[in-house]
């Protein structure tokens, strides 16, 4: 049986093409967006029929608990979950002084809403028997690689990885591996045309995790594969 997954933010930029990659790669996707127009106009341009549809806005519980009882009815289980949505490089914000109520929408997102993403979907990945979660982090919020840029954004990333460790120690019994990846620096419009990244090579890092064995790494952090500092 072909293995079922779930990816936020999967109507543009890297998302987008980590549904098409695991598409390609024999998996059914659930692609997520938390506009239903973008959504299906994303999954009209794949032209997939291993690829479904459903919105949803990881910063709003209300639709986090729809698309759960969605996904227990049409699948009982969920294999794979990307958590890549996320938002707002705020370089203009200083750490000395930021625009907090901004710091905060991103921890809304990026950490709270990833987060709810993790807590609604472990019972159905539970009932995988190779779980996988990837948080799409970034090498923005790693602390020795950290420079003073993006504080909101910065911290949202670093505050992930911390979820990261906790969870994969959490699941271990129930033999879901969990782990953060920096895709890179990748041209979408977050990273701007300026990034030295592909779209597919920023996806193909996200899949290298997601597709790990199940006597593969678990509360690590990778880039390409490779595990990178925190
Ligand atoms: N690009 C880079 O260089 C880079 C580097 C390191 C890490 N990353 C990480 O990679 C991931 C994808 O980035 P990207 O470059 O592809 O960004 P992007 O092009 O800006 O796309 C972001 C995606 O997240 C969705 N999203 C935002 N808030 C959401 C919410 N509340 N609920 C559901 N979806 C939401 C957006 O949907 P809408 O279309 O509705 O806005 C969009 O689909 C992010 O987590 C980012 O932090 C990117």
Redesign the pocket.
Known sequence: MSKLALV?????????EVVKQLSKAGIEVVL????ED?GLEALASLGSNNVKFHQ?????RE?IQQISSWLENEYGSLDILI?????N?DKWNKAINPNMENVRRTF???FF?TWNMCIALIPLLKKSDAGRIVN?????GSLNEMIAEAPG?SFS?SALNGLTIQLAQELKMDKILVNSV???????????IM?P?S?EE?ASSVLQTALIPSDGPSGGFFRDGAPIDW
């Open positions: 936020t933010g999967g109507n543009r930029g890297i998302g987008l997520t967006a938390r506009s973008k949803l806005d990881i910063s709003d639709s958590n890549n949505a996320g938002i490089y809304e997102t990026n809403g799409v982090s970034s090498g923005a954004y990333k920096c895709p890179g620096w990748v041209k979408t419009d977050m990273g701007g990034a990244r779209l920023g």
